[in-house]
């Protein structure tokens, strides 16, 4: 909250926050059942196809540093609504793309009008709340956050099947047209004029420096940001592992990964409720260990060779219920350890920094030659790893000094 301003913010509908984060990231993996045929309609490779998440991840990753700043000198109000309207413009353009080439400049655009959505969203959960209530609405953005990207291969595969991979990116930009309607109705500004902050480059760079030499803050969001990069590692091997290798048809590639987002909810929904008995960082290990243990197990199986779509529900499962717990905790707690004027680059750059791990980890999947799982489940071990790892050195253990 603003200690110069008695009047407490305005707090915008939870429904309309998590409506901005369900638009940012059913564009991450909608398409996701129309690669395969995308790399025949264009005649290119699977490879360069999939490149189409990382530029949306990458682009994503470097706009955050931009727009949390620009919050923060302008208001939260004028950002969402022009990056909606960029966001709404660019997924036509995907849609009308000719070329692989053109389609990945598309998406650039888009990842640009998509990131306002995240960084700006949680901004103003930190203008209008803080801790429990913090928790419990980072809670209910992280069950958007996982629930979206999981489910949008479920739509993505009946209009692939139905109409083709343009309806996909049309659906896009019918979803971010309401979504800015919505965003005109219903959102007030939240940082009241006396508590924005105008910056330099050079007065952007050191404040983001001083987040970077903040321990717990980047332990918190290194923690998160791994994390993240399991999720987008799993998303963008899926459609190959499992439409290629395993002959699962589109249209249904997105019921052998719903798995993910039913696991999240529980997590989610079991640190909701815990918020008021249980301390942040507890939660966050439990998470940790119980997504280790998840990915562990999805490679355990692949190496005895039993990676079948149906046995990597339960391990994809397990893995999610673990995220479920960390991820909200994490973002709350790297976002309640700033001060309320630098929120938005804060929340900028622990974007940035999850966003450019979902990019590296997709750049490997892309590159990786996948005969079965084990490739894929590799690369979500080592992420689930390094949060576990990330949060005990830089939190758990100065905490318990």
């Known amino acids: ?42 005649g290119t490779s699977q490879t360069l196809v999939q490149m189409t998440v990382s530029a949306y991840l990458g682009a994503f990753a470097i706009a955050q ?22 966001f709404t413009l660019a997924s036509i353009a995907c849609a009308a793309a000719t070329s692989i080439e053109f389609l990945i400049a598309a998406r650039v655009l888009q990842a640009f009008g998509g990131c306002v959505c995240i960084v700006v969203a949680r901004a103003i959960v930190r203008d209008t709340s803080d801790g429990a209530t913090a928790t419990r609405a980072m809670a209910y953005l992280g069950m958007s956050l996982a629930l979206a990207p999981m489910v949008a291969p479920l739509i993505g595969g009946q209009l692939e099947t139905t109409f083709g991979w343009h309806a996909s990116f049309l659906f896009t930009a019918a979803l971010g047209a309401s979504t800015l ?11 009241p004029v006396e508590a924005r902050r105008l ?60 798995s993910g987002p039913l696991g999240y909810i529980v ?12 301390d942040r960082d507890t939660m966050i290990w439990m998470g940790g260990m119980v997504a280790v243990l998840g990915t562990g197990t999805m490679v355990v199986l692949a190496l005895i060779g ?10 994809f ?3 999610s219920v673990g995220s479920g717990f960390l991820v909200p905790n994490s973002l709350a707690g790297g976002l309640t350890s700033v001060e ?37 489940g590799t690369v979500m071990l080592v992420c689930t790893s390094v949060s576990l790892l990330t949060f005990v050195v830089l939190v758990r253990s100065r905490s318990n000094a």
């Open 1 to 42: 909250m603003n200690p110069v301003d008695p009047t407490p913010p305005p707090r915008p509908p939870m429904t309309l926050l998590v409506a901005l984060m369900v638009t940012s990231q059913v564009a991450i993996t909608i398409f996701l059942p129309s690669l395969p045929s995308m790399a025949e309609d264009f």
């Open 65 to 86: 540093l931009v727009v949390g700043p620009v919050s923060d000198a302008i208001g939260r109000r004028k950002p969402m609504l022009a990056g909606l309207i960029l």
């Open 181 to 191: 309607l919505a965003t005109l109705v219903t959102l007030a500004e939240t940082l």
């Open 199 to 258: 910056t330099n480059v050079g007065a952007l760079a050191a404040t983001y420096w001083r987040l970077l030499r903040m321990r717990k803050f980047m332990g918190y969001s290194l923690s998160t940001a791994a994390m993240g990069a399991t999720f987008q590692a799993y998303l963008a091997g899926a459609p190959v592992a499992l439409i290629v290798v395993m002959d699962v048809s589109p249209e249904d590639l997105g019921y052998f990964i719903i």
């Open 267 to 278: 997590g989610n929904f079991i640190s909701s409720r815990l918020a008021r008995t249980t």
């Open 306 to 315: 039993l990676d079948t779509p149906f046995s990597l529900i339960i391990p």
């Open 317 to 319: 499962f397990i893995c």
């Open 340 to 376: 309320p004027a630098a929120a938005g680059s804060a929340a900028a750059l622990g974007g940035f920094l999850q966003m450019g791990a979902g990019f590296v980890s997709t750049l490997v999947v892309a590159v990786l030659i996948q005969t079965s799982f084990l490739q894929v």
